[in-house]
Nanobody, 124 residues
Framework: QVQLVESGGGLVQAGGSLRLSCAAS????????VGWFRQAPGKEREFVAA????????YYADSVKGRFTISRDNAKIAVYLQMNSLKPEDTALYYC?????????????????WGQGTQVTVSS
């Protein structure tokens, strides 16, 4: 089992920044990938970004490319999502998830473990 705990959400004005953190514990293996997803009210959960723990390859949704950066800290077993130039449409509950899969990391069905989520609200 892997436990994931998100933090760092909050209320920010459009154009502002937030940094989300995801702390992993339990049986977390180096061949896992960690992704961020988000879900706004009335909408489906959507992929935001992912990183392969081994090698550090990153993936981004087109809607966040150039604004969001995903990174990892091997020593702390943590993943971060730096979000800049935030827009009201970025408002959502943001989830951290871990996957043993090596492909298809934009698909939430590939992920085995999920955190409880952290709310991000961007005001206009």
């Amino acid at each position: 089992q892997v436990q994931l705990v998100e933090s760092g959400g909050g209320l920010v004005q459009a154009g502002g920044s937030l940094r989300l953190s995801c702390a992993a514990s339990g049986r977390f293996y180096s061949d896992y990938a960690v992704g961020w997803f988000r879900q706004a009210p009335g909408k489906e959960r959507e992929f935001v970004a992912a990183v392969k723990w081994s090698g550090g390859t990153t993936y981004y949704a087109d809607s966040v490319k150039g604004r969001f950066t995903i990174s990892r800290d091997n020593a702390k077993i943590a993943v971060y999502l730096q979000m800049n130039s935030l827009k009201p449409e970025d408002t959502a509950l943001y989830y951290c998830a871990a996957a043993s899969a090596r492909w298809g990391l934009t698909d939430n069905k590939k992920y085995d473990y999920w955190g409880q989520g952290t709310q991000v609200t961007v005001s206009s």
